[in-house]
Every structure is written in C-alpha cells, then in structure tokens.
C-alpha cells in the first residue's frame, strides 16, 4: 500500500497549487505536516502559474493499493 502526501496551496494570483509527496511516514502528524507546508511558504522555492504560494489550504494522505491484472 503507497502512501502520498498531498498538500494544497493557495497563491497570490488566487489559484490553488498542489504538492505531492510519494511514500510519505506512516506516522505524520498534523503538526509536522502545517510546519513542512509554512517552510515550504516562507522558502518560496516553488514556482507555479499562480504566483508564490502564500498560504496553506488542506492536506490529504492519500493511500492506494495496487491489484495486478492477469492477462493470460
């Protein structure tokens, strides 16, 4: 089972920019997760069509499991 941490920002140009994080911990906190999103913000090392991001929106860990398909 992967797990993807996802990350949802809002910009200055009023657009929403999303960030994705493959095999993150299982064990992340909310608390980790905000401090990562506001080093992410005060960085600024992200470009996106809509500007800098400026603020934090939500964050999601996705999980998704893999079922092979026979063929045969």
């Not at 400026?54 to 092979?68: P, R, S």
Request: glycine fraction near 6%; avoid cysteine; charge should be negative.
């Amino acid at each position: 089972m992967a797990k993807i941490l996802e990350m949802e920002f809002a910009t200055e140009l009023g657009k929403n920019h999303t960030i994705r994080v493959n095999d993150a911990k299982e064990d992340l906190t909310p608390a980790e997760v905000s401090a990562a999103m506001d080093n992410i913000i005060a960085k600024n090392i992200f470009n996106s069509t809509g500007g800098a991001l400026i603020g934090k929106l939500n964050a999601n860990i996705i999980t998704t499991t893999t079922q092979e398909i026979n063929l045969a």
